[in-house]
């Protein structure tokens, strides 16, 4: 019943937004959006492609917990799951892809901020999780990041998780990657002293099998880190995307998948953060 409504009124909103386009408008991003929302077609998310228990394309096949999440708040706005269309979401790229109107969506451990809010919207959170460090299994000397001074420190181009160290911790010697899969097997050579992302990322990386027994998350977050789901400005499916949220999370739908990812990775969630209540849509 729900998802039959979520889904007329995308396909609503979508005729609106075709017809004013035939009036005349832009027939850039927000128009092809519009279509993507409410045709009952195809839906385009982007994901992670490079994180193990969030997001990973495994030969065309996707895993993890947003992958979860983006398919339960599809098959609320009324797609099934092979109606989706997944691409990658870097995380230098994720406000270009909306803007341009080559996603409908985002679910890539996407950090709500102030300064994101002002080129993209968010649904959500849907996810609480905190800033760590991901050192060698061996390595005792690293507790926090008060004892990275001069040390070699890597995270990806473009993420928050970046942007606080270099905001916060100037002495660090940041070594910025791609993706995260680079900056583990930096640390596996001895590049770098450890790794900071968020704590489930991290679990996510430390319980592949090809890195079991080799790192250790230090257990001592720094930062909250709201995960959205990334929104162009002119979406029309906020308040649907919160109800599904929502519903996942009264349902145990989010639990299980939260489980389901990092098992194996000796994580548990800060329930005193999680699950999260979506915020108003803007």
Do not use: H
Not at 48 to 69: A, H, M
Not at 83 to 93: C, D, G, L, T, V
Not at 160 to 184: H, M, R, W
Request: charged residues 20%.
């Amino acid at each position: 019943m729900r998802k039959t409504r979520y889904a007329a009124a995308a396909i609503a909103a979508a005729a609106a937004l075709t017809l004013s386009a035939c009036g005349g408008g832009d027939s850039g991003g927000a128009e092809a959006t519009g279509e993507a929302e409410g045709s009952g077609e195809t839906i385009r998310i982007g994901i992670k492609f490079d994180q193990p228990g969030l997001g990973f394309d495994e030969g065309g096949s996707y895993s993890g917990f947003d992958v979860d999440v983006a398919k339960y708040v599809a098959n609320e706005l009324g797609y099934s799951e092979d109606q989706i269309e997944f691409s990658e979401a870097p995380s230098a790229n994720r406000e270009n892809l909306l803007s341009n109107g080559q996603v409908d969506m985002i679910f890539a451990t996407y950090s709500i901020t102030d300064t994101r809010k002002e080129t993209v919207a968010f649904a959500g959170p849907y996810f609480v999780a905190g800033q760590d460090l991901l050192v060698r299994a061996d390595d005792d000397s690293i507790s926090g990041p008060e004892d990275l001074e001069g040390k070699n420190l890597c995270s990806v181009t473009g993420s928050t998780s970046a942007q606080k160290i270099k905001d916060t911790y100037p002495g660090v010697n940041l070594v910025e990657q791609p993706g995260y899969a680079e900056c583990v097997s930096l640390m596996a050579g001895g590049g770098i002293d450890a790794a900071t992302t968020d704590d489930i990322i991290l679990a996510g990386l430390a319980a592949q099998e090809a890195n079991a027994g080799q790192f250790k998350v230090v257990g001592a977050p720094f930062s909250e880190e709201n995960y959205g789901v990334g929104l162009p400005q002119d979406n029309t499916t906020c308040e649907a995307i919160n109800e599904a949220i929502t519903k996942m999370i009264e349902e145990g739908a989010w639990e299980e998948a939260i489980t389901a990812n990092t098992e194996g990775a000796d994580y548990t969630f800060n329930a005193e953060l999680n699950p999260p209540t979506p915020d108003a849509c803007a």
